[in-house]
């Protein structure tokens, strides 16, 4: 303004006042980490402010609220294995599952009082160790068989691949010459190997990869044989059973016909009637001829 005093200068040192007063954030350079048991890793805290007071904390965010750096000292878990690094990234070593969990970088402004946070995910993979291998070591021909593979250590859970003879078994056999005349089914989340109709052309040594990110573990191979079923000495066994029923039939029924199974008399049947023979009428006297008394007598 013509004679007069421009308000812009002052006005722009008040506002740029301002902002270096206000002008404070916090940002990271790793929102989300990915890292395999056993490392090491850093969770960024980057502090935006033109002064140096302020105070950190980190926490970790699980079912409760966990302390990881408090007044200036590592807490927890990670007391051995945490450490602060450029005064304000959290840095863990020797990293294992249970650090698998969402980290929370919390600064105040002392100067402002002013907060602000920025969160970490942190997800630990681990290897899996050797799967337990279920096959059948025999199976009949035209009879279905299941062969299992099962790992519980991975994480992220692992998937599951077999192997007959070396040679990976595919999901469609139509696929590989090797495995055209089989019939089955692979779920590779499960680690379920099921033939539904076994042949011949299934024998072979059988072993499963547990796989995931981390790494890779497998089963020492089995073997699984299908064997034909021996129609002819089934029907001969069960003849066998039917004629041996047989004959011992005819021999109960010869020992019945001789007696060998009749019933003993009782020796005492007649005993009483024995007795009853050796009873004696006498008459008293012959004056008293109208009293006629019964005397018996038993013979022991």
């Not at 056999?173 to 042949?199: A, E, M, W």
Request: glycine share 6%; aromatic share 8%.
């Amino acid at each position: 303004m013509a004679g007069g005093v421009s308000l812009l200068p002052p006005l722009c040192i008040v506002l740029a006042h301002v902002y270096q007063v206000w002008a404070q954030w916090v940002t990271t350079d790793t929102p989300t980490l990915v890292v395999n048991e056993f490392d090491s890793v850093v969770l960024s805290c980057i502090i935006h402010s033109s002064h140096n007071e302020h105070r950190i904390e980190w926490k970790k965010l699980n079912a409760v609220t966990d302390f990881v750096y408090f007044d200036k000292q590592i807490q927890g878990d990670l007391r051995n294995r945490g450490e602060l690094q450029g005064g304000s990234s959290l840095k863990i070593r020797n990293v294992t599952r249970k650090d698998t969990a969402v980290y929370r970088c919390e600064v105040v402004f002392v100067e402002t009082g002013n907060l602000d946070e920025i969160s970490v995910n942190l997800t630990v993979q681990v290897k899996p160790v050797a799967p337990k291998c279920d096959v059948p070591t025999s199976v009949p021909v035209g009879k279905a068989a299941i062969l299992t593979c099962t790992e519980n250590e991975g994480y992220p859970p692992p998937t599951y691949t077999w192997y007959k003879n070396g040679v990976i078994v595919p999901h469609d056999p139509r696929s590989n010459p090797k495995f055209i005349n089989s019939s089955y089914k692979i779920d590779y989340s499960t680690g379920t190997l099921h033939f539904s109709v076994t042949s011949k052309l299934d024998i072979g040594d059988y072993h499963c990869v547990a796989k995931n990110n981390a790494g890779q573990a497998k089963c020492e191979p089995q073997r699984m044989d299908v064997y034909d079923i021996n129609i002819a000495a089934i029907i001969g066994g069960v003849l066998i059973v039917v004629l041996v029923l047989l004959i011992i039939s005819i021999v109960i029924r010869l020992a019945y016909k001789r007696g060998y199974f009749a019933k003993k008399q009782p020796a005492n049947r007649y005993e009483a009637s024995s007795k009853a023979e050796s009873v004696d009428y006498v008459r008293s006297s012959p004056e008293a001829e109208g009293d006629f008394r019964h005397k018996s007598s038993f013979v022991i």
